[in-house]
């Protein structure tokens, strides 16, 4: 059988007239042709019925039909076309020359260029609804990290029956026991949470039988002198504004996450919740309504103004914030929000070392997952619509606030305790999972501009 010759519409003679070695059979020239356009395919792109267009051809049909539908056939195709890849390499191999022109032809058309820009950000928006869409092999059930979170599921189960079922509960802990009934060993130990210092004068309350009542009635000149013998007038500053708020409160407060926890269950929840997917709205929640108790410990811990003794004395003694303080936490409230609660948890790391460490993580995570959206936002030329995100964003976080403020009395506090511990050592594994998977599809965008 005679070698044939393979003819484009927009060959040069040269090629027309040079045969292709080791073809032993007739090709047609509508093997290569596009049926809208009836030229060589450029940047082939096959859809689920298999007839194969020009990209741009299936662009320029999209823009003025908005179906998503074949040509030729009317079959609808699923999902985002791709170019095929083997396709296309065939036919620049075969005819360079000829897609060189039809390319150049193609850039100089606005309409067509306007029409991909369309095209292709109509595919990112679908990529960013299903990502999984168009993969010839998705993953289903969440791959490694599902089985890292089932497995991890169940070792929380276990720690959590053990936290229950250990001798301190939350009901026996000093958050919630009258400073009249504290025995001599929970003064003491009191006391040790005020700061390593503190331990230099254990021994001496301890030899004394400093229980819940008599620590009622000491004052700064009892603990100057004998038995006490405290000489450091910070330290006795310290233990006295410790003494006074126990005094107002009639218990000791919270000094740590578990504490804070026990006395405000509801709210530790809802902080945990709430700072993970909208800490800017959190943050201003806690200056309107929660200024004194938990706002300015905030600012101070993460703003400090110099660096005090240790983490406990700096909750003894809350000035209001320098305009510095104010200046440093708005930069960071407005650009980095996360790394404020990075920063709170940083200073943590002596109480709570390894909780802390998984609040960091997963505040690095969540400060990733902010840039590319947007990145998203950006790349689409889309900033005109963050308005109303934003207002989207603020309005679903309140209805979902309020809902649980109304319905929180009724929820048993088993699941509660799920939801909490859930959130603060779980988040950070599937964020984990959000942020490859953010990254596979920027890898997919940028494949997708380089086939254009």
């Not at 179906?67 to 620049?92: S, Y």
């Not at 405290?230 to 996450?257: C, D, F, W, Y």
């Not at 309020?402 to 909490?420: E, H, R, S």
Request: charged share 20%; hydrophobic share 45%.
């Amino acid at each position: 059988m005679e070698d044939v010759q393979l003819i484009a519409p927009n060959m040069t003679s040269t090629e027309k007239e040079k045969p292709i070695s080791g073809v032993s059979r007739q090709i047609s020239v509508s093997e290569f042709s596009c049926h809208c356009c009836y030229d060589i395919l450029v940047n082939p792109t096959t859809l689920n019925c298999g007839h194969s267009l020009c990209r741009h051809c299936l662009a320029l049909w999209w823009v003025s039909s908005k179906k998503t539908e074949c040509p030729e056939c009317r079959e609808k195709w699923e999902g985002f076309p791709k170019v095929n890849i083997l396709l296309r390499d065939a036919i620049e191999k075969l005819f360079p020359d000829a897609i060189k022109l039809r390319l150049e032809d193609i850039q100089q058309n606005s309409d067509v260029v306007h029409s991909l820009a369309a095209f292709h950000k109509y595919g990112n928006d679908q990529i960013s609804i299903a990502p999984n869409a168009g993969r010839a092999n998705p993953q289903r059930g969440g791959g490694f990290f599902s089985g890292v979170l089932t497995a991890l599921t169940g070792v929380a189960v276990v720690l959590l029956v053990y936290h229950w079922s250990s001798r301190e509960s939350e009901h026996d802990l000093l958050v919630h026991k009258s400073v009249a009934k504290w025995t001599a060993e929970e003064v003491i130990f009191w006391l040790e949470q005020l700061g390593p210092w503190a331990s230099l004068y254990r021994e001496r309350f301890l030899s004394e039988r400093v229980n819940g009542r008599l620590l009622l009635t000491l004052t700064d000149e009892d603990f100057s002198k004998a038995p006490y013998n405290i000489e450091n007038s910070s330290h006795r500053k310290a233990i006295i504004m410790e003494l006074e708020r126990v005094k107002t409160l009639g218990v000791k407060p919270p000094q740590n996450l578990w504490e804070y926890k026990a006395v405000n269950p509801g709210k530790s929840l809802f902080l945990l919740y709430a700072l993970k997917s909208s800490p800017r709205l959190s943050m201003l929640y806690l200056y309107l309504f929660d200024y004194a108790e938990t706002f300015l410990p905030f600012i101070h811990t993460i703003c400090p103004v110099q660096e005090k003794e240790d983490i406990i004395t700096k909750f003894l003694d809350f000035k209001e914030p320098t305009w510095k303080q104010w200046r440093e936490f708005l930069v960071k409230y407005s650009f980095l929000p996360y790394q404020l609660i990075a920063e709170f948890a940083w200073d943590w790391l002596d109480v709570h070392y390894w909780t802390s460490r998984f609040l960091i993580v997963n505040a690095m995570l969540l400060s990733v997952l902010e840039l590319f959206s947007f990145w998203r936002i950006w790349s689409r030329n889309d900033l005109k619509t963050v308005p109303h995100i934003m207002w989207s964003h603020f309005w679903k976080v309140s209805t979902q606030g309020l809902f649980v403020a109304i319905f929180w009395p009724i929820i048993p506090q088993f699941i509660c305790n799920c939801l909490f511990y859930w959130a603060l050592y779980f988040n950070p594994i599937i964020n984990i999972d959000l942020v490859v998977k953010e990254v596979r599809r920027l890898e997919t965008q940028l494949l997708d501009i380089e086939q254009l």
